[in-house]
């Protein structure tokens, strides 16, 4: 069981800044979040594209803009719990217990939920047997590609992350690339990559296709491919790869008794705490009068629910409010030397 004054929900802009907040004034906490990589929205949907509208940085793209946030959470040690979800929250004598589909563990007196539009989730396959396989012989992402090393693998999806691994997994592994259309939607340099690959033979394309089914018990054996009209083959395999998008949903948020509204939380201004004392809501998933979805609002409304958790996580201490250009207990614990 971790034991933190605060647990925040998502490491999007807002969850970043927020805990940059909590340390600032003192205060432990812990960043859990459901994608394999820091930054929200901001890294997984716009990394190149360029923002124009953050406080006194006239332009930086999603991928700066993340980074600057982590560079600047660099002084504390902020503990980030990665490709976990968190599924329950209750409460446990005074304080909440929080839980990841990890079975990982905490116990909090403050949740901060900055879980933007929800948790990002692949796009998975339509065949039930598929989930027997999941994590062990089909995978939506790849932690480790060495895995596949002198396998069979065969690749589902039309887009850039299909193309780019059936490229990078061909170096070392017999690949199979399945899509159910016969135009790709990946950068035209890699399609054409693809195609010379697989007349080199080391790409064998199946245009049209989509998976029918499954075979094996412990082990994957082979699986059945379908295509537009009704042609099955079947295709033997160690690791099948699906990459067809994520879709975002609300998920495990809408089942811990929060006031929710079209899919966001409903907040007070003061606190930016929900229904519910000790739980928080910030970013883009939450909701009051005015709100307006932007990073800026974010980074207020999670300066705000931080100095809210303080009374709750240390009870016999009153928060003093301080500059940080002034104040020698900040500038310590920033580890910055001197006046
Ligand atoms: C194309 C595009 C362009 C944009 N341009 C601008 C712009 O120019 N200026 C601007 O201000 N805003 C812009 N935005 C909006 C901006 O990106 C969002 O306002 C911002 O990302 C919200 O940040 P957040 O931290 O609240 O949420 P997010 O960035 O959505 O991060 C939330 C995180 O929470 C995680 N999460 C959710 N539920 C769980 C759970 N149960 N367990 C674990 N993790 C969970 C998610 O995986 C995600 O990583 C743009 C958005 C898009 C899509």
């Given amino acids: 069981m971790i034991k933190t004054n605060a647990l925040i929900i998502g490491a999007g802009p807002t969850g970043l800044f927020t805990a940059h907040q909590l340390k600032l004034i003192g205060l432990s906490c812990e960043i859990v979040d459901n994608l394999d990589k ?3 929205q901001c890294i997984e949907l716009y990394p190149d594209k360029p923002i124009y509208d953050i406080p006194a940085i006239p332009e930086c793209t999603g991928e700066e803009l993340t980074n600057n946030l982590v560079n600047q959470l660099k002084p504390f040690d ?3 719990h990665l490709n976990e979800r968190v599924d329950e929250v209750k409460k446990s004598n005074g304080s909440w217990e929080v839980k990841t589909n990890k079975g990982t563990l905490f116990n909090t007196p403050n949740i901060i939920i900055a ?11 339509a065949p039930k047997e598929c989930e027997k396989f999941e994590d062990k012989s089909i995978f939506y992402s790849i932690r480790d ?4 090393k002198d396998k069979t693998v065969t690749i589902f999806g039309g887009g850039d992350s299909a193309l780019d691994w059936a490229i990078e997994l061909s170096k070392n592994s017999k690949i199979n690339l399945v899509h159910r259309r016969d135009e790709f939607r990946g950068a035209q340099a890699t399609l054409d990559q693809v195609k010379t690959l697989s007349k080199e033979g080391k790409i064998d394309l199946y245009t049209k296709y989509q998976l029918k089914g499954i075979e094996g018990n412990n082990e994957l054996e082979s699986i059945e491919i379908i295509s537009d009209n009704n042609e099955v083959k079947k295709l033997k395999t160690d690791y099948v790869l699906g990459f067809f998008g994520l879709i975002m949903q ?3 948020i809408a089942n811990w008794g929060l006031n929710i509204d079209k899919k966001t939380i409903k907040v ?13 809501a910030v970013g883009d998933i939450c909701t ?7 990073i ?17 996580a240390k009870p016999n201490e009153k928060y003093r409010f301080e500059f940080t250009t002034s104040s020698k207990t900040i500038k310590d614990r920033l580890g910055i030397k001197g006046d």
């Fill in 145 to 148: 590609k060495n895995i596949f």
């Fill in 296 to 312: 800026l609002s974010g980074f207020h409304e999670g300066a705000l629910a931080a100095r809210a958790c303080f009374a709750l």
């Fill in 115 to 125: 879980g933007g539009v929800g948790s990002f989730e692949p796009r998975k396959f």
């Fill in 38 to 40: 820091i930054g929200g």
């Fill in 250 to 252: 609300l998920g495990p």
């Fill in 288 to 294: 009051y009068p005015g709100k307006l979805k932007l």
């Fill in 268 to 280: 007070d201004t003061e606190k930016f705490e929900t229904n519910q004392k000790g739980i928080y």
């Fill in 78 to 80: 902020i503990k980030f």
